[in-house]
Nanobody, 127 residues
Framework: QVQLVESGGASVQAGGSLRLSCVVS????????MAWFRQAPGKEREGVAG???????????YYADSVKGRFTISRDDAKNTLYLQMNSLKPEDTAMYYC?????????????????WGQGTQVTVSS
């Protein structure tokens, strides 16, 4: 059973920064695609950022338009950890944030079609 554990969520004021971490219980090198999603109350889960490791030394990164230029996704396979650096936070970024691993074949990175999910970490941004 693979476990993903997120941390780093908090309550911050607009303009602030947070760094989310997601520790995976097994070798993340096995998962080419990993991603961060978020879900606000009453809304669908949406892809925030994805990362595709297509070589040991290079990865492609993908972002939702709403977070481009503010959020940065990264991974450290040596530590089995996925990160999300969030800067210039806005109240509309308030949501539960989830990490995901192992994209179902043929799916877009931003679709919630991953085999493994964490339990989430809450981010609240006040104005």
């Amino acid at each position: 059973q693979v476990q993903l554990v997120e941390s780093g969520g908090a309550s911050v004021q607009a303009g602030g920064s947070l760094r989310l971490s997601c520790v995976v219980s097994r070798d993340t090198y096995s998962y080419k695609y990993m991603a961060w999603f978020r879900q606000a109350p009453g809304k669908e889960r949406e892809g925030v950022a994805g990362i595709n490791r297509f070589s040991p030394y290079s990865s492609a990164r993908y972002y939702a338009d709403s977070v481009k230029g503010r959020f940065t996704i990264s991974r450290d396979d040596a530590k089995n950890t996925l990160y999300l650096q969030m800067n210039s936070l806005k109240p509309e970024d308030t949501a539960m944030y989830y990490c995901a691993a192992d994209l179902v074949a043929g799916s877009s990175w931003s679709a919630p079609q991953y085999n493994y999910w964490g339990q989430g970490t809450q981010v609240t941004v006040s104005s």
